[in-house]
């Protein structure tokens, strides 16, 4: 409803960030403005004659609006278009969650998406794929929640190209990590007769541009000009790897992406893993799709706890090809439980603050390490790696043969020296695996959060030419040319957060350690697909390791991650998830060192 300026009683837009809606009086409507302000949302009033709300609270009480009985209501057009198409998905997800009872108008058949597709598309598709792709454009809006290697970016391109036959999308953009731009631009060429044409954000959108490919980390000093690009014309917005708004507007990549959302004619969220840590991740990634409604149908699913009931409610809004039904090889994460020797164990309760008499003439230099959750992460593989080197990658210095500690040698100062009076019994167990591995003629993928873990790892594992990738490293993709094509090069060393998403390992490893994990189950997962992903030969052996110090915080954080795997495998419906939350334990097998073996091999390391 619009209205002249002369009758206007209420006028309903975006604020400057688009995450907010502002309503707007004029004077005479004070009273029955401030209680439809209160309705939408207390304390959202700024003055007699403004409000400020979130755009999710506005949605969510978009009746509130049925109150205000006055004319002259005008909208900002592009929130009406929002609106209209946020009621729309509503009822068409509603139509999805009872397919097969009353009216399927508007429901796409699997069997309809060849013709949809017309004649310049020729990239193959599987049976799961075309599920995906009928799924996605009966939904409008959605979400592909499947694992990697089910053709994520296949399946969007089919649904960007299905709207441009329809007319109802002309661009796509693409929001994703940069290591994914080679799909997009791949898959682009092989799916197409006429491929369209694709380009890497420069200093500006490219306008001519049919699929513009952005990354995250740039996107916030770009929202201006890719809201002109998209409303130019109907465009359709992909995030790939959508997890990593997983924050949404408390994010700075979240707030970017919800900026964008209502600019776009049709909007998809790619991830195979879209609730990492519970809940509030899921509203966040569904708050993007549907403003107003993802949020609240999440919170009212998941209200009372039952997750086989909170999954029947949300299935309708996303789709989910599993490994199951990729055909891959089953696989099951063992757990390794190392004790830790003395010295050790009593640096570490000293962390906790259970001190010893000997602890206690350090209680000061051992408090002021703190005992933050990280720093008890990387206290139980080796307390050493919390005091300063002489960089962030100086690896910790072993000594052979190892000294003998002293009754009255202070507490803190084996601390610092610790690795010359111990071997961490998490990088014993590391070695005896990759050693037998080696043997076997096994490539090993060898997980630790920590930069010094990988430096110092590198050093011990020296006779396997290791490969390492963190951060600090020039040349990342040598490094991983190197291990998958040098017969020397048995190890990789590298840390989830730079190398969990984006590669594929798969074709030469089929073995990874877990030195480490911290509270991140996303990440977790992620690494987990480098060498379990779709192309294994049948009968393939894939061999994962959780290395975990009992009586430390690895133990909580196998609990926690354990939560979050059932969680999110109930709210998928996808039991090889909550499957990786039962670790199968075995014994390790680093105990078959004794100290003359391991002393023999650290001399051999050090020559």
């Keep these: 409803m619009t209205a002249t300026h002369t009758d206007l009683s209420l006028r309903i837009a975006f604020d400057v960030s688009r995450t907010r809606v502002v309503l707007r009086t004029v004077p005479g409507h004070e009273k029955d403005f401030a209680a439809l302000a209160a309705r939408i ?102 979400a592909n929640f499947s694992v990697p290697g089910a053709g994520k970016t296949r399946v969007s391109l089919a649904v960007f190209h299905a709207m441009r036959e329809q007319g109802l999308a002309k661009r796509l953009l693409v929001v994703g990590p940069k290591s994914a731009y080679e799909a997009w631009q791949t898959e682009g060429q092989v799916c197409f007769r006429t491929p369209p044409r694709t380009a890497v954000m420069g200093r500006n959108p490219d306008q001519g541009a049919e699929v513009l490919l952005v990354n995250y980390e740039r996107l916030s000093r770009a929202v201006p000009g890719l809201m002109s690009w998209l409303t130019a014309v109907p465009s359709m917005l992909v995030l790939d790897e959508a997890h990593r708004m997983k924050l949404g507007a408390n994010g700075t990549y979240g707030s970017a992406c919800l900026a964008l959302g209502p600019a776009a004619a049709r909007r998809l969220i790619l991830t195979g893993t879209p609730a990492p840590n519970g809940a509030r991740d899921l509203e966040n990634l569904l708050s993007f799709v549907w403003p107003g409604r993802g949020k609240r149908v999440v919170s009212d699913a998941v209200r009372g706890g039952d997750l086989a009931y909170a999954s029947s409610v949300l299935r309708p809004l996303f789709t989910r090809t599993t490994k199951s039904e990729l055909g891959l090889p089953p696989y099951r994460p063992k757990v390794h439980y190392v004790r830790l020797p003395p010295i050790h ?83 014993q167990e590391a070695l005896q695996i990759v050693a037998s591995n080696a043997q076997a003629g096994r490539k090993t993928i060898v997980w630790t959060t920590f930069v010094r873990n990988i430096t110092t790892l590198a050093e011990l594992l020296e006779p396997y030419a290791p490969a390492v990738v963190h951060g600090g490293v020039a040349d990342r993709d040598e490094e991983i040319r190197r291990f998958r094509e040098d017969p020397d090069c048995m190890v990789l060393i590298s840390n989830p957060a730079t190398l969990g998403e984006g590669i594929s390992l798969h074709q030469v490893c089929h073995d990874a350690i877990y030195i480490d994990r911290d509270f991140m189950a996303g990440r977790f997962l992620q690494s987990l697909d480098r060498i379990h ?11 994962v390791t959780v290395l975990v110090a009992e009586g430390t915080i690895d133990e909580v954080v196998q609990l926690r991650l354990d939560e979050k795997l059932k969680f999110m495998g109930s709210i998928l419906d996808d039991p090889e ?25 650290l001399s051999h390391l050090e020559q």
């Design 345 to 427: 164990r009593e640096v570490y309760e000293a962390l906790k603050g259970n001190f010893s008499a000997r602890a206690e003439a350090s209680r000061s230099d051992i408090e002021a390490l703190g005992r933050a959750a990280l720093r008890l992460i990387m206290a139980a593989t080796s307390p050493a790696l919390l005091t300063e080197g002489s960089s962030p990658y100086e690896p910790l210095d072993h000594r052979v043969p190892p000294l003998e500690a002293a009754p009255d040698d202070s507490l803190y100062q084996l601390l610092r020296d610790l690795p010359r009076y111990e071997l961490s019994p998490k990088f």
């Design 533 to 543: 992903r779709l192309g294994l030969a049948p009968g393939t052996e894939t061999r």
């Design 577 to 601: 998830v909550r499957q990786l939350a039962d670790l199968v334990e075995e014994p390790a097998v680093g105990a078959g060192l004794d100290l003359a073996d391991i002393r023999e091999l």
């Design 41 to 142: 949302a207390p304390g959202g009033q700024r003055g007699p004659l403004v409000g400020e709300f979130d755009l999710d609270d506005f949605l969510d009480r978009l009746i509130e609006l049925g109150s205000w009985r006055h004319e002259g209501v005008e909208w900002e057009d592009a929130l009406l278009r929002l609106v209209n198409g946020v009621l729309d998905d509503a009822e068409r997800a509603e139509q999805t969650l009872h397919e097969g009872t009353g009216s399927n108008q508007g429901i796409v058949a699997s069997d309809e998406v060849p013709s949809l597709l017309g004649d310049n598309w020729v990239g193959d598709l599987t049976s799961f794929q075309l599920r995906d792709i009928a799924r996605l454009l009966s939904l409008g809006h959605g």
